[in-house]
Nanobody
Framework: QVQLVESGGGLVQAGGSLKLSCAAS????????MGWSRQAPGKEREFVAT????????DYADSVKGRFTISRDNTKNMVYLQMNDLKPEDTAVYYC??????????????????WGQGTQVTVSS
């Protein structure tokens, strides 16, 4: 059974940084793409970053490009999201996601599943 546990959220001032972590209990973790999405109150879920199984490909939503960095450690079954220059509009619950198909990289949110509870990020102005 897949389990994703997000951590690292918190309250930070605008311009600050946070690093989110996702511990994944996924068999053959390194062959699955991973991603991060977020959902703010009253808004649709936004897919913000994806990374391929080996970690060689990454993609970002325009809203976070240049400020967020996704990475993974396949030896530890971990995925990270380094968030710099945070803005109040980054306030949301952040979720880790795992790709549905092995050896397949996509940026389509429809191809990912969510198994975690999320971690709250709040950016004050």
């Amino acid at each position: 059974q897949v389990q994703l546990v997000e951590s690292g959220g918190g309250l930070v001032q605008a311009g600050g940084s946070l690093k989110l972590s996702c511990a994944a209990s996924v068999r053959l973790f390194s062959v699955y793409s991973m991603g991060w999405s977020r959902q703010a109150p009253g808004k649709e879920r936004e897919f913000v970053a994806t990374i391929s199984g080996p970690g060689s490909r990454t993609d970002y939503a325009d809203s976070v490009k240049g400020r967020f960095t996704i990475s993974r450690d396949n030896t530890k079954n971990m995925v990270y999201l380094q968030m710099n220059d945070l803005k109040p509009e980054d306030t949301a619950v952040y979720y880790c996601a795992v790709g549905r198909r092995s050896y397949y990289y996509t940026t389509s949110s429809a191809e990912y599943d969510y198994w975690g509870q999320g971690t709250q990020v709040t950016v004050s102005s």
